[in-house]
């Protein structure tokens, strides 16, 4: 399980890679995090 941090790292660079292959769609799918309730990484990606 990453922190929220490595996780927007992680994400960035995913994006990063996207972008350099001129990928035009990506889907993210994330879970509700370990409370059942909504993590804290999805609130994180929602506020970038």
């Known amino acids: 399980m990453p922190q929220v941090s490595e996780a ?3 994400l ?4 990063a890679v ?4 001129k ?5 993210l799918v994330h879970g509700y ?5 909504g ?3 999805r609130i994180a990606v929602q506020n970038i």
Not at 12 to 15: H, I, K, P
Not at 23 to 27: A, G, M, P, R, V
């Open 39 to 41: 993590g804290d990484i």
């Open 8 to 10: 927007l790292q992680r």
């Open 12 to 15: 960035g660079r995913e994006l």
């Open 23 to 27: 990928i035009k769609l990506i889907k």
């Open 33 to 37: 995090g370990s409370t059942g309730a």
């Open 18 to 21: 996207a972008r350099q292959e």
